[in-house]
């Protein structure tokens, strides 16, 4: 395929070569388009590509169309991140918003981080759940502000039957943290994702959903991540 953007590693060159493979997951062809455009500029960014096997970044490739996410920091809907010599699909934070907002069920939804110092409340009355959390406008959120001042993380949504809330301690994401680069790098990111996956526990999933939290499952245990079962006759990767 002819991409505006040119591969720059073996990674890309991969992918760009096999990408075919993904259309039928869409239904424009513009929308195609985007998305491997996003697809390689984020595996252009890999480093050391040589040590990583070409074929699980398409996997990651595959499952982000058929979850509905776009990789890269502009949508900042999920990312490839490297896992020993794998290429793995992260979702962040605003993939799993996105993705429960055009499920329907969710109409609205927010995460934030709670620092060291920030007022911060939450109780539940007759009316359900309520927090109050009064953020400064200059609030610090450099990597290692975020990771030493870090007191707590929350979710609040709103469903068509009303509100809820899911509010995490640090000791919580602490054991959450992996330690990995993504933590390392964005742990602001990664603490405001933490929630929203507790609180999904609650909710009525899509399909998209469910393979979402079955990704990041899988990165959790350090697993490796298959393509997901029900587009593997569609792309057909083993032919």
């Known amino acids: 395929m002819s991409n505006s953007v040119a591969v720059k590693n073996d990674l ?24 491997v455009t996003a697809c390689i500029i984020e595996l252009n960014q890999i480093k050391n590509p ?12 595959c499952n982000a169309a058929h979850i509905g996410v776009v990789p890269g920091k502009i949508s900042g809907h999920a990312y490839f991140i490297p896992r020993k010599v794998r290429i793995n699909l992260e979702i962040g934070y605003k993939g799993y918003m ?37 953020i ?16 707590g993380a929350y979710c609040v949504y ?17 054991k959450v943290n992996t330690s990995r680069d993504v933590w390392v790098e964005n742990p602001y990111a990664m603490m405001r994702k933490t929630p929203i996956r507790r609180a999904s526990n609650d909710w009525q999933l899509s399909p998209q959903l469910e393979n979402a939290i079955r990704i990041d499952e899988a990165n959790y ?3 490796i991540q298959e393509l997901l079962q029900e587009i593997r006759s569609t792309v057909r990767l083993g032919e």
């Open 50 to 61: 040589e040590k990583y096997v070409p074929g699980s970044a398409l996997i990651a490739v």
């Open 12 to 35: 890309a060159d991969y992918v760009s070569k096999n990408v075919e493979r993904i259309r039928p997951l869409f239904s424009a062809s513009d929308q195609f388009s985007r998305f």
């Open 98 to 134: 996105w993705l429960a907002m055009t499920s329907g069920y969710i109409k609205s939804i927010h995460a934030e981080v709670v620092l060291s110092g920030e007022a911060f409340e939450h109780w539940v009355d007759e009316d359900g759940p309520k927090l109050k959390h009064v």
């Open 136 to 151: 400064p406008i200059d609030r610090d959120l450099s990597a290692s502000n975020v990771t030493q001042k870090a007191v």
């Open 158 to 174: 709103a469903t068509a039957g009303g509100r809820g809330m899911r509010v995490m301690g640090r000791g919580e994401l602490m």
């Open 221 to 223: 245990r350090d697993e």
